[in-house]
């Protein structure tokens, strides 16, 4: 089993740039491949963006791509999410997720999830 924390998170002018980070523990964070969802107010659960269990590939949501720039350090058990050139519609409860077998956009897979984090964006 492992436990996952989400920091991070805050209140950004549009444009601007945030770094979220989630750390697990219970096992060896490279036992999972990861994941961020978010949650915007009266909306469905998203997927953000996922990276494989050694950090060598990634999957990102058509919404974030070139914004957005998920990375782990294994030795640390540590995975990030860069967010830049943040909008509005970028505001929502962010969660990590971790899945002992392959990265993937489906929720359904992952077996661990965090508390999350709120990321607000002004305009």
């Known amino acids: 089993q492992v436990q996952l924390a989400e920091s991070g998170g805050g209140l950004v002018q549009a444009g601007g740039s945030l770094r979220l980070s989630c750390a697990a523990s219970?096992?060896?964070?490279?036992?999972?491949?990861m994941a961020w969802f978010r949650r915007a107010p009266g909306k469905e659960r998203e997927f953000v963006a996922a990276i494989t269990r050694g950090g060598t590939s990634t999957i990102y949501a058509d919404t974030v791509k070139g914004r957005f720039t998920i990375s782990r350090d294994n030795a640390k058990n540590l995975v990030f999410l860069q967010m830049n050139s943040l909008k509005p519609d970028d505001t929502a409860v962010y969660y990590c997720?971790?899945?002992?077998?392959?990265?993937?956009?489906?929720?359904?897979?992952?077996?661990?999830w965090g508390q999350g984090t709120q990321v607000t964006v002004s305009s």
């Open positions: 219970g096992r060896t964070g490279s036992d999972f491949a």
């Open positions: 997720a971790a899945d002992p077998s392959a990265a993937t956009r489906w929720a359904s897979r992952y077996d661990y």
